[in-house]
């Protein structure tokens, strides 16, 4: 009954988006206030139903309502609670179902806390938020309905995918679509101001947050992603440049960009139409990244279940959105008069060069990513792109950023002297190349990515260090540090994060030692200076699943550090295995340890990593999202955003 | 489509690890040849997966084929070739440069090119142009009110 009753809501979803789409846009056209104040009411309505319609799958996959279809391929009763819950989003439609729930709410947040947004903006903001809703639900209802239900129930369920087992993937697609879906506001936003026809830094100002969370969000779904195949794929990759991984990464590439460019339109109103255009495309790639997952055009260790007909639907609102938002721009961007004048060396100048080679490295990324299909398609070429590609052609923007960005932060807005700036940064750079210089020594082998990772490494976050001291003025009154507004540390630990995460990546990439040995039980080996002993190896039963777990003991000289169980687990009724590595976490390095098969001798197949730094891609990740995160509640959103404050604020824009 | 997912679901059935203990070379030149070899081979059967992290059953036999012919006396470009002829290029995770791959790994610096001459050309043009005059003093007090709201 329940299930009805979601369905039903689902329904009448489909019905107040149409609404909230038509009656607001229409409202605003015509200036009649009363049709655009049904945008607020009808986009929380929206909100309401959507929620209640996913309880109640949540509530079909808890209880194991093997009726539904969906929890029948996706449940299993044995399974632990936390995976029922996570099962709600570990398949097409149920993710589905969760994408339109972000959708609804961040347009039920468009209509709470956009208060102080004037009438017809606000209007038409959520009323495209709407537009996006409708196309998304047809696309539930018409081709991924989870509330179908089964002639015959079965006894069981048949589980969910043991890879997706696992805490840091329960909730890697929540935080994901929060970033996909939260693109949506700042698409939004440039369809409505292009509808305005006017761009000022009011708008920047109105924009800029909801780059900036859907940007927190990406990052951290990116990093729980990446941690995840680490720990679980059984030999301690962090980045795959996977079709799927691709199709998170573009768009977070495009909303970095746009976070920056949002700035500019904030502070000195000029790059309206470039950030405009940054919008629609950050957008349009989260749209290509949900083809791309779902029409199965491109295998990839995530795809859902696919079949064609889904690929046509989003690729046809791809289409309508993108076509839509495109004609219109290249009809209205004329009308985006810059003002801030600047000269070639700037704070400006240095945002324009960020913001290329953001965007020129998003789309090495999506070339590399569809090529397949391309050559395919053009010349009859069946042919793979993979690692070795994305690793060359996408690695130097990265490097180039990385120098350049400490300088750029600290340009002064309008015109400056290069010599000048660079000078302020002498420490830094002094520092960065100690750095290089003593890696390269104590290193074994003498390769440049770890000397010059780290290098850019310590040169991003001691910039970045340099750069908040640099506002306290010429006599250091570090007193005034703790007046800073966020924004400023957010600045700081969001680049001092990129720092950590490079660091953290050239140590990993350059000095990964690999071991892979026959052990006996009762056996010790040494790697690279550890001793690693295997103690026992026992089966044992977990809740759906059976395994084999080893006891292993690692030891420096006579003191044991840790005591690790990896595990080679086998799910009956997915009838998959999975390896879970044991793991030793520490801020230098990861002792990384896999167990394997019987040997004919007895002995145990053991692979053995000794991986550095690996904690540090994933804690500067954390970093950068804290960065964001303390960006978003700068004073100057938070006023924005409309929490009514008495006129205390300093006059004009604070000076960054 | 179903008949690849079935022989995926076969493959995976025996738990293995990626490269196996009797699989590596006695001599760790040679073996650090194969596995240089082996991460730029796609696993036929698998997902984005090269023949170095799988586990399926074709990337073991690929696996000792590069080691047979590195023993052999092959250099690593010649065991490359020798897999790309029985399993065509599909089998390389980096796209050769040759016809239209060309377009591939020319398009980043060119579409670096391009974007930094219409930057340039944007912000040479924005140093010349007069400054437009800023909002007049009623829309100043307007966004000023609008900000503090």
């Known amino acids: 009954m329940l299930v009805e009753l979601g369905h039903f809501a689902l329904v009448m979803a489909f019905i107040v988006a149409i609404a909230q789409t038509v009656l607001p846009l229409w409202g605003a056209q015509t200036r009649n206030r009363a049709l655009m104040a049904v945008g607020e009411p009808a986009a929380m309505i929206q909100l309401v139903l959507i929620a209640f319609s996913f309880g109640a799958l949540t509530y079909a996959f808890v209880t194991s309502d093997f009726s539904l279809k969906v929890v029948v391929e996706n449940s299993h009763t044995l399974k632990p609670m936390l995976y029922k819950v996570s099962g709600v989003w570990g398949n097409h439609e149920g993710s589905m179902l969760l994408w339109v729930l972000i959708l609804a709410l961040f347009g039920g947040a468009a209509a709470l806390f956009g208060q102080n947004i004037p009438a017809t903006l606000r209007a038409r903001v959520i009323g495209i938020q709407g537009s996006i809703g409708v196309a998304f639900l047809a696309f539930i209802l018409f081709t991924s309905n989870p509330f179908l239900r089964l002639e015959w129930p079965p006894m069981d369920g048949q589980d969910l995918n043991p890879l997706l087992q696992d805490p840091g993937l329960a909730f890697h697609p929540p935080f994901l679509y929060l970033g996909y879906v939260g693109l949506s506001m700042t698409f939004s936003f440039a369809v409505a101001a292009l509808l305005e026809g006017r761009v000022d830094a009011a708008w920047g100002r109105w924009v800029r947050p909801w780059t900036l969370a859907a940007w927190v969000f990406l990052t951290i779904g990116i990093g729980l992603g990446s941690w995840w195949a680490y720990y679980e794929l059984g030999w301690g990759g962090f980045w795959f440049w996977d079709p799927v991984e691709n199709a998170s990464f573009m768009p977070w590439l495009f909303a970095a960009a746009l976070l920056h460019s949002a700035i500019v339109v904030e502070k000195r109103e000029t790059l309206k139409s470039w950030t405009i255009l940054l919008a629609i495309m950050a957008f349009g790639f989260s749209l290509i990244g949900t083809f791309l997952v779902r029409s199965g055009v491109i295998t990839s260790v995530h795809a859902f279940a696919n079949d064609p007909e889904r690929g046509v639907f989003i690729l046809l609102i791809l289409a309508i959105f993108m076509g839509g938002a495109l004609t219109l721009f290249s009809f209205r961007a004329s009308v985006m008069q810059a003002k801030g004048v600047f000269s070639v060396v700037s704070r400006e100048s240095a945002l324009v060069i960020n913001n290329i080679l953001l965007a020129v490295s998003s789309l090495v990324v999506f070339i590399g990513t569809i090529w397949p299909l391309v050559a395919e398609a053009f010349w009859e070429r069946k042919l793979s792109v993979g690692p070795p590609f994305f690793d060359a052609a996408f690695t130097p923007f990265f490097v180039v950023l990385a120098v350049l960005l400490p300088i750029g932060t600290i340009l002064p807005w309008k015109r400056a002297k290069l010599g000048a700036t660079v000078k302020k940064l002498i420490p830094s750079i002094i520092l960065a190349v100690a750095v290089m210089g003593l890696v390269w020594s104590i290193q074994t082998e003498k390769s440049l990515l770890g000397p010059i990772g780290l290098a850019l490494g310590t040169w991003l976050v001691a910039g970045a260090i340099q750069d908040i001291l640099l506002r306290t003025g010429k006599t250091m009154n570090l007193g005034r540090l703790t007046r800073l507004p966020r924004a400023d540390w957010g600045r700081l630990l969001a680049h001092g994060g990129l720092g950590v995460t490079m660091a953290g990546i050239a140590g990993l990439t350059a000095w990964t030692v690999e071991d892979i040995r026959v052990v006996q039980v009762g056996e010790t080996f040494e790697v690279a200076g550890y001793t690693i002993a295997l103690e026992s190896v026992d089966r044992a039963q977990g809740p759906n699943y059976i395994t084999t777990m080893a006891t292993m003991g690692v030891f420096e000289g006579d003191k044991k550090v840790a005591t690790l169980h990896p595990e080679k687990r086998s799910y009956p009724v997915a009838q998959m295995p999975t390896t879970e590595a044991g793991i030793d976490n520490g801020f230098l390095r990861d002792v990384y340890l896999v167990i394997g098969d019987v040997q004919s001798n007895g002995g145990w197949a053991v692979r053995t990593y000794i991986k550095p730094l690996a904690n540090w891609i994933w804690g500067g990740t954390i970093i950068m999202a804290i960065g964001g995160f303390l960006s978003l509640t700068d004073r100057r959103y938070r006023v924005a955003v409309g929490a009514r404050k008495a006129e205390t604020a300093p006059k004009g824009v604070p000076a960054e | ?149």
């Open chain 2, 1 to 149: 489509m179903k008949y690849l997912l079935l022989v995926l679901a076969l493959l995976t059935a025996t738990p293995t690890l990626a490269v196996q203990p009797d699989e590596v070379l006695q001599d760790p030149a040679m073996e650090s040849r194969a596995r240089d070899i082996s991460q730029g081979l796609r696993c036929l059967v698998c997902r984005n997966e090269n023949i170095d992290e799988s586990n399926a059953e074709l990337a073991k036999d690929l696996r000792l084929l590069v080691r047979e012919r590195l023993v052999a006396g092959d250099t690593n470009d010649e065991v490359v070739d020798y897999v790309v002829d029985r399993y065509g290029e599909f089998v390389l995770l980096k796209p050769t440069l040759t016809g239209a791959n060309k377009l591939l790994w020319i398009a980043g610096p060119v579409m670096l090119i391009l974007a930094l001459i219409i930057g340039l050309t944007f912000i040479r043009r924005r140093g010349k142009e007069p400054e437009v005059a800023d909002l007049t003093e009623d829309e100043e007090a307007r966004l000023a009110r609008l900000m503090n709201d």
